[in-house]
């Protein structure tokens, strides 16, 4: 059964797009926390006065441990089909929500926040949504217009 969900060749819109997300942020994020590991951003430490840090070094194991690895393991679960994927990607957006939580209680106003913000709440909704409508689920209505995916899926 085809839905509006699939693209070229038979693939299924819903898990390839939660997967480049993850992919993405997940890339990003491991990019960020080597850099703030390093250093090499050379960031001012005062950002970190709220804390009772003195360099950028646990921030960027937070960011990998808490951001990188819950991302870049949602987006495998996708890979390898797994049923756990769609609450795999709930708790990584949740994540990278409370990442940016913190962040904007501590560190000054960065254009980037509300951007990968946008990204945690797209990533735990796809990913709410898609366990909504899996198989043996009713999920919520599909969207005007819009019809619900499959409960089979292909990647």
Do not use: C, K, N
Request: net charge neutral; no cysteine.
């Amino acid at each position: 059964m085809s839905s509006g969900f699939t693209i070229h060749g038979g693939r299924y819109l819903l898990p390839a797009t939660l997967f480049s997300l993850e992919l993405i942020v997940g890339v990003q994020a491991v990019y960020g926390g080597v850099m703030l590991v390093t250093d090499a951003w050379r960031l001012p430490l005062d950002y970190l006065d709220p804390l009772p840090l003195h360099s950028w070094v646990l921030p960027g194991i937070a960011l990998l441990a808490g951001v990188a690895v819950p991302m870049l393991a949602a987006a495998t679960l996708i890979g390898v089909r797994s049923r756990h994927a769609p609450a795999a990607a709930m708790v990584a957006g949740a994540l990278l929500l409370g990442w940016i939580a913190v962040q904007v209680l501590v560190a000054p106003f960065f254009w980037l926040q509300p951007v990968m913000a946008a990204f945690g709440a797209a990533i735990g909704g796809l990913g709410w949504w898609w366990r909504a409508v899996g198989p043996g689920r009713s999920g919520p209505p599909p969207l005007p217009g819009v019809p619900a995916p499959d409960a089979e899926w292909r990647l």
